[in-house]
């Protein structure tokens, strides 16, 4: 198994603690994700998020992460 390998293992790795559970996220969480980066106060907050947010626009950010990862972005 290469470096890559192993870090790619890594990134995909749930952490989880008794307070706090992270994981990749899935294409399920882009109306959530829409839902937040939506909201005016973050996007003001936020320097290079686009405003308004849709969903597609989070649809296409979820499925662009692990070809970025692959590419060591």
Partial sequence: M???DLEMNLFHQEIKTNRLKL??????DAS????????G???NTTKNM????D?????EWIAQHKA???QGE
């Fill in 68 to 70: 970025r990862l692959n």
């Fill in 32 to 39: 959530i994700v829409c839902k937040i980066l939506s909201d």
């Fill in 41 to 43: 106060e973050i996007a």
């Fill in 23 to 28: 994981n990749k996220f899935s294409l399920e």
């Fill in 50 to 53: 686009p405003y308004p947010y």
């Fill in 2 to 4: 290469t470096k890559k």
């Fill in 55 to 59: 969903e597609s626009m989070a649809t």
